[in-house]
């Protein structure tokens, strides 16, 4: 991993730089299809429109959309493979909202894991104003922030851990804010 000229820009890269909406064709094509209010950059005119609540008596359900690389396009650390997942709200097939998105990094032995979640825990130390790493069992979970920068990437959150059906290889889970029950689930499972 290469050094990082900030927070931000180290997040935005680790995160397929969706939100700068300048991310890949192959990324850019999955969110066309799955989230496509995040796939082109909206116009400089627009913007959030307020509506009072309604009560709507049709029920949302969470549905997970994946897509998985060979190769992360923006930064290599030894991963065997590296797949984005989205969790949002959808109602009648149509997305109402999105509840977190992640990158899932995989590797083929717990000491590639390790070492790059070591190097993540560096180059966030040197850009962050705050930090809490912790061990839960055999899980290892990081949460740096940087107030000082900007507010869409203050915060960042990466869990080690054993993947769920192959004993031998492990993952980290990266995100801005991870679904509490998700970063439960990981967490604190012994």
């Not at 680790?14 to 496509?36: A, G, Q």
């Not at 989205?86 to 894991?113: C, H, M, P, V, W």
């Not at 915060?155 to 509490?180: A, H």
Request: negative net charge.
């Amino acid at each position: 991993m290469e050094q990082a000229k900030s927070f931000y820009s180290l997040t935005n890269d680790i995160l397929l730089r969706i939100n700068t909406y300048e991310t890949d064709s192959l990324t850019k094509s999955f969110l066309k299809n799955y989230v496509p209010f995040l796939a082109e950059k909206p116009d400089q005119n627009s913007g959030w429109t307020a509506h009072p609540p309604v009560e709507d008596i049709i029920p949302t359900y969470t549905v997970r959309h994946s897509i998985e690389f060979l190769k992360h396009p923006f930064i290599d650390f030894g991963t065997s493979k590296c797949r984005l997942e989205f969790l949002t709200n959808e109602r009648n097939n149509q997305i109402s909202g999105i509840q977190t998105y992640f990158i899932t990094f995989l590797f083929d032995s717990k000491q590639k894991a390790i070492n790059s979640f070591d190097t993540f825990c560096k180059e966030y130390d040197k850009l962050s104003d705050s930090k809490n790493v912790t061990k839960k069992g055999d899980k290892q979970i990081a949460i740096f922030k940087n107030t000082k920068g900007e507010n869409l990437f203050e915060r960042v959150e990466f869990i080690l851990t054993q993947d769920d059906l192959y004993d031998t290889k492990y993952k980290i889970i990266f995100g801005q804010i991870l679904d509490t029950q998700f970063e439960d689930y990981y967490s604190s499972q012994q």
